[in-house]
């Protein structure tokens, strides 16, 4: 069964700082990895999507690197805003048929302070 | 031109009740999925249909009944309320390109649907 653990559980940091936020899985058997961004009494946002194939994909002050055999993913955020503030969540996807099933980690909420 | 919209936002509601969830998505997606959050912010899949068929059918009690009218909408009864149904639902829809296989689509979120049971 897969399980998915995102750490720090919780991080604060001042503006302009660069961070890492870390979740890793237990089976590498995926098809995709992806991170999402939840705000507050919101939805998800998807920020990016690394399919088991790549390494790492970029977006803007976003690079998410995926390490499979070693089942672990990094979310780098660059020059840290306030804005960014928010729940961060990891998900994968099993390299299976049966529909595009996400398993969620347990999420790092973010503060970006002034 | 919201992509999933779900409602209602917030239903608050008694032990025992019966109550539904609709979820319509605009984006043409083939896919669509039922997600519960707990309190500890723990999201889980519950259901999936694709194309009007059921394909992903998580452990949930049976009193969790999904029904998809066409596959732009995919509503979610539940029967029998009780306490530990109280959570935020979530709705997401994606567009895979093969009916049934993982996908390399990302999955787009409803903003949630918080419930109460009292």
């Known amino acids: 069964k897969q399980e998915v653990t995102q750490i720090p559980a919780a991080l604060s940091v001042p503006e302009g700082e660069n961070l890492v936020l870390n979740c890793s899985f237990t089976?590498?058997?995926?098809?995709?990895l992806q991170w999402f961004r939840q705000d507050p009494g919101k939805g998800l946002t998807s920020l990016l999507l690394i399919q088991s194939s790549q390494r790492e994909q970029t977006s803007g002050r976003l690079n998410a690197s995926l390490d499979k055999s070693s089942g672990r993913s990094t979310l780098y955020i660059a020059a840290s805003q306030p804005g960014d503030s928010a729940t961060y969540l990891c998900a994968v996807s099993p390299f299976t048929g049966g529909g595009n099933k996400l398993t969620f980690g347990t999420g790092t909420q973010l503060k970006v302070e002034l | 031109d919201t992509a999933v919209s779900q409602t209602p936002k917030y239903l608050v509601t008694q032990m025992g009740n019966d109550k539904s969830i609709k979820c319509e998505q605009n984006?043409?997606?083939?896919?669509m999925y039922w997600y519960k959050q707990d309190s500890k912010k723990f999201l889980k899949i519950m259901f999936s249909y694709n194309n009007k068929e059921l394909i992903i059918n998580e452990t949930v009690p049976n009193r969790f009944s999904p029904k998809s009218p066409d596959k732009a909408h995919l509503n979610l009864h539940i029967n029998s309320l009780e306490l530990g149904d109280s959570a935020v639902y979530f709705c997401?829809?994606?567009?895979?390109?093969?009916?049934?296989?993982?996908?390399?689509?990302?999955?787009?979120f409803g903003p949630g649907t918080r419930l109460t049971v009292l």
């Open positions: 089976d590498s058997a995926i098809y995709n």
């Open positions: 984006l043409g997606h083939d896919t």
């Open positions: 997401a829809s994606s567009s895979p390109e093969v009916a049934g296989t993982s996908s390399t689509d990302t999955q787009y």
